[in-house]
């Protein structure tokens, strides 16, 4: 089982910058993809970003260049740095963990994939 806590949402001015943070247990971290998904009210949850146990990363259309993801095996955490932030990120952000080898875009962009969410944490952009 691995447990995942996100921390860092807030309520920031259109503009602003907010990190998010998801600390994971586990021995094997560093073999999961990680990835960070949101949720507005009304809306599906929708893919943000992903980074594989090889580093690489991928980001939805609607954040790239603003957004970055990164991860520290030996802190067992991934971060979600989010820069120039919209009204329309305000959403719940999940972190989710997949442990399975295949790591591709087409999969770790998608939520099924996952086999652990955190709880989330409230991110609003007022304008």
């Known amino acids: 089982q691995v447990q995942l806590v996100e921390s860092g949402g807030g309520l920031v001015q259109a503009g602003g910058s907010l990190r998010l943070s998801c600390a994971a247990s586990g021995r094997t971290f560093s073999n999961y993809a990680m990835g960070w998904f949101r949720q507005a009210p009304g809306k599906e949850r929708e893919f943000v970003a992903a980074?594989?146990?090889?580093?690489?990363?991928y980001y939805a259309d609607s954040v790239k260049g603003r957004f970055t993801i990164a991860r520290d095996n030996a802190k067992n955490t991934v971060y979600l740095q989010m820069s120039s932030l919209k009204p329309e990120d305000t959403a719940v952000y999940y972190c989710?963990?997949?442990?399975?080898?295949?790591?591709?875009?087409?999969?770790?962009?998608?939520?099924?994939?996952?086999?652990?969410w955190g709880q989330g944490t409230q991110v609003t952009v007022s304008s």
């Open positions: 989710s963990a997949r442990a399975g080898t295949l790591q591709t875009r087409e999969v770790v962009a998608s939520a099924p994939h996952y086999d652990y």
């Open positions: 980074i594989t146990r090889r580093d690489s990363t």
